[in-house]
């Protein structure tokens, strides 16, 4: 069965950097585009990195535009999240969830669009 599973959260201070890691299997990751998602506490889960088949598309809420990359290694089966400058308001629960979008050309970015989700990875920035 499909698996996603999020690893390299934890707790940084704030201006400080983490690598967050999804490793897939049990699906062509290839034919999948990659989506990054957040849930802060008492907040609804946000969209905040997308990332197509390829990688050449690429979705950042504007809150992390510039601080935030995503990218995606189809060899090793696995999307990154480079999180850089981390601010307190970052701290959520990060999820990776993946949509098949082989033939399509429009980059999903709506959580109700994926269809498979990792268990999440949590993150704080400290002040």
């Known amino acids: 069965q499909v698996q996603l599973v999020e690893s390299g959260g934890g707790l940084v201070q704030a201006g400080g950097s983490l690598r967050l890691s999804c490793a897939a299997s049990g699906l062509t990751f290839s034919n999948y585009a990659m989506g990054w998602f957040r849930q802060a506490p008492g907040k609804e889960r946000e969209s905040v990195a997308a990332?197509?088949?390829?990688?050449?598309?690429?979705y950042y809420i504007d809150s992390v535009k510039g601080r935030f990359t995503v990218s995606r290694d189809n060899a090793k089966n696995t999307v990154y999240l480079q999180m850089n400058s981390l601010k307190p308001e970052d701290t959520a629960v990060y999820y990776c969830?993946?949509?098949?979008?082989?033939?399509?050309?429009?980059?999903?970015?709506?959580?109700?669009?994926?269809?498979?989700w990792g268990q999440g990875t949590q993150v704080t920035v400290s002040a």
């Open positions: 969830a993946a949509k098949y979008n082989r033939g399509r050309s429009v980059l999903p970015v709506s959580e109700t669009e994926y269809t498979y």
């Open positions: 990332l197509s088949l390829a990688g050449t598309k690429t």
